[in-house]
């Protein structure tokens, strides 16, 4: 990205236990879910047990980053009083290629598309936080 990293003044995650392998992950450009120990589901937000057979015991694995895009909206409104991106502004829903859902705004000039074959790219929004993107991907 090219945007001045200086100039992010927008809404920042609450990074807790649960979810700081997810965030610091992010900063090194690299995207991480909880893997189930039990059943090797993985999933996203990271929550403390496995969405589908209820284990707590999960190990952060690494993801390819592809997927598709099954869902995307448009804001036409401003919900935050300060934010580092002009309305309208779209949102994805990506589903990964490992299966969890993520949610990020597509590149600036990307047009979103249900079905759209794309990958997680990151915007280094400040130091300390890298923002998941995502980007179409060619698929010859
Ligand atoms: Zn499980």
């Known amino acids: 990205m090219t ?8 809404p920042l995650p609450a990074v ?7 965030w610091d992950a992010l900063r090194e ?5 909880p893997r189930c120990d039990h059943c090797g589901h993985h999933w996203l937000p990271p929550g403390p047990w496995c969405p589908e057979c209820w284990s707590p015991s999960f190990t952060w694995t690494e993801l390819s980053g592809r997927g598709t895009i099954t869902s995307w909206v448009r804001f036409h ?12 502004y ?17 590149i600036e000039g990307a047009e979103p598309w249900v079905g759209q074959a794309v990958e997680i790219c ?7 936080l890298t923002l998941a993107r995502v ?5 010859a």
């Open 77 to 88: 409104q401003r919900y935050f009083r300060r934010g580092p991106f002009e309305v309208p």
């Open 16 to 22: 807790t236990n649960l979810n700081r392998a997810y």
């Open 122 to 128: 990151y915007e280094d929004a400040s130091a300390d």
């Open 135 to 139: 980007r179409p991907v060619d698929v």
């Open 90 to 106: 779209a949102v994805t829903e990506v589903t990964l290629a490992e299966g969890p859902r993520l949610y990020a705004r597509p």
């Open 3 to 10: 945007e001045d990293v200086a100039a992010y003044d927008g």
């Open 29 to 33: 450009h690299r995207l991480v879910a």
